[in-house]
C-alpha cells in the first residue's frame, strides 16, 4: 500500500513560484505513473500533470509552460515546481499514483493519493 503526503503548498502573490513536493511515507513508487491533480471550491478535480517512471511529462494546457513536474524514483518522490501563479491556480493540489506504467488524465483511474495541499495565489 502506498501512502502519499504533500508539502509545500503555501500563499504566493501573483507571478511568484512554490516547489510542491509528494513523497511516500509508505511503500514505494514502483513503475507507477504519477500526477498532480488540484481542485478549487465549487470544482471539479482537474489533472495539472503526468510522469512516467521514465519521466516522460504531460501537462494541462493552463499550466503547459508554467509547471514542471520531476520525480526521483530512489527517493520515491515527485515535484511539482510552479512558476508565474495566477490566481486561478489557487486549489488544493494533490499527488496521485497509479499501479500502470501508463499515466492517465481521469483521477478515477488513480489508485492512491495524498491528503492535498492548499496553494493560495493572491492578486
Known amino acids: 500500500q502506498l501512502v502519499l503526503v504533500e508539502s509545500g503548498g503555501g500563499l504566493v502573490q501573483a507571478g511568484g513560484s512554490l516547489r510542491l513536493s509528494c513523497t511516500a511515507s509508505?511503500?514505494?513508487?514502483?513503475?507507477?505513473?504519477m500526477a498532480w491533480f488540484r481542485q478549487a471550491p465549487g470544482k471539479e478535480r482537474e489533472l495539472v500533470g503526468t510522469?512516467?517512471?521514465?519521466?516522460?511529462?504531460a501537462y494541462t494546457e493552463s499550466v503547459e509552460g508554467r509547471f514542471t513536474i520531476s520525480r526521483d524514483n530512489a527517493k520515491n518522490a515527485v515535484y511539482l515546481q510552479m512558476n508565474s501563479l495566477k490566481p486561478e491556480d489557487t486549489a488544493v493540489y494533490y499527488c496521485?499514483?497509479?499501479?500502470?506504467?501508463?499515466?492517465?488524465?481521469?483521477?478515477?483511474?488513480?489508485?492512491?493519493w495524498g491528503q492535498g495541499t492548499q496553494v493560495t495565489v493572491a492578486s
Open positions: 496521485a499514483g497509479r499501479r500502470n506504467i501508463d499515466p492517465s488524465s481521469l483521477a478515477r483511474e488513480y489508485d492512491f
Open positions: 510522469i512516467t517512471w521514465s519521466t516522460s511529462t
Open positions: 509508505r511503500g514505494t513508487f514502483r513503475r507507477y505513473a
